[in-house]
């Protein structure tokens, strides 16, 4: 495996439902991210991980759960959802402290909730 | 505070005609400015990047941009489109130096006429 992957593609699920994204980087980066990617909005960034600790919350809610167990390694654990919680949600990774770093990001998972 | 703005949501080009993708930005502290690509149910990629080094950046695919910070500018262009360039462009800037704490504009989708 190279770069930023995610699992599952695609995901669908009712609103009592309790699931996770996975999300691994094989490139040693040091951060990691989430973004949601809904129809017809900007890329909207919800967590940050710098040295797995969690650096920014961008007032997301708490049925959104994120957890970094160590720096390759990134999950978005899901429950109780609502139907506006269906999106795009991507996950990337890059090098703090590299100058002119970039994110790598992965091929999302699109979740749909019924 | 920063934020993006893309003119167009929606640009059409023929084949081997030019491409322009308007972005201009707002930012409080020297930006660095991104241009990602995403193809249909695929994740982004770094198309080109701008550190404060060489004004113009040359990007993958015949890309480049132009940063003018007199007009807070970061346009795309390629001279001769190709219809594999169909595609939806994002423009981002970061205040900072992580590489993934990015604020994205609302994309511009590219089609390329035959």
């Known amino acids: 495996e190279t770069g930023v992957t995610q699992t599952p593609r695609h995901l669908v699920m009712g609103m009592t439902n309790k699931k996770s994204l996975k999300c691994e980087q094989h490139?040693?980066?040091?951060?990691m991210y989430w973004y949601k990617q809904s129809a017809k909005k900007p890329l909207e960034l919800m967590f940050v991980?710098?040295?797995?600790?969690?650096?920014e919350n961008n007032s997301v809610p708490s049925r959104f759960s994120p957890e970094c167990p160590n720096s390759s390694h990134l999950f978005l654990h899901l429950h109780t959802l609502q139907p506006e919680d269906s999106a795009l949600y991507l996950c990337?990774?890059?090098?703090?402290?590299?100058?002119?770093?970039?994110?790598?990001f992965g091929q999302g998972t699109r979740l749909t909730v019924v | 505070a920063q934020s993006v703005t893309q003119l167009g949501s929606h640009v059409s080009v023929s084949e081997g005609a030019l491409v322009l993708l308007r972005c201009n930005y707002s930012?409080?502290?020297?930006?660095?400015l991104f241009w990602y690509v995403q193809y249909p149910n695929q994740g982004l990629q770094l198309l080109l990047k701008?550190?404060?080094?060489?004004?113009l950046v040359k990007g993958i695919n015949g890309f480049e941009a132009e940063f003018k910070k007199s007009e807070t500018s970061f346009h795309l262009t390629k001279p001769s489109a190709h219809m594999s360039d169909a595609a939806e462009y994002f423009c981002?800037?970061?205040?900072?130096?992580?590489?993934?704490?990015?604020?994205f504009g609302q994309g511009t989708e590219l089609s390329v006429k035959p």
């Open positions: 990337a990774s890059s090098q703090v402290g590299t100058i002119g770093t970039e994110a790598f």
């Open positions: 490139l040693g980066h040091n951060a």
């Open positions: 991980y710098n040295f797995k600790e969690q650096t």
């Open positions: 930012s409080s502290v020297p930006p660095y």
């Open positions: 701008y550190t404060s080094a060489a004004t």
């Open positions: 981002a800037v970061s205040g900072d130096n992580q590489g993934g704490k990015l604020i």
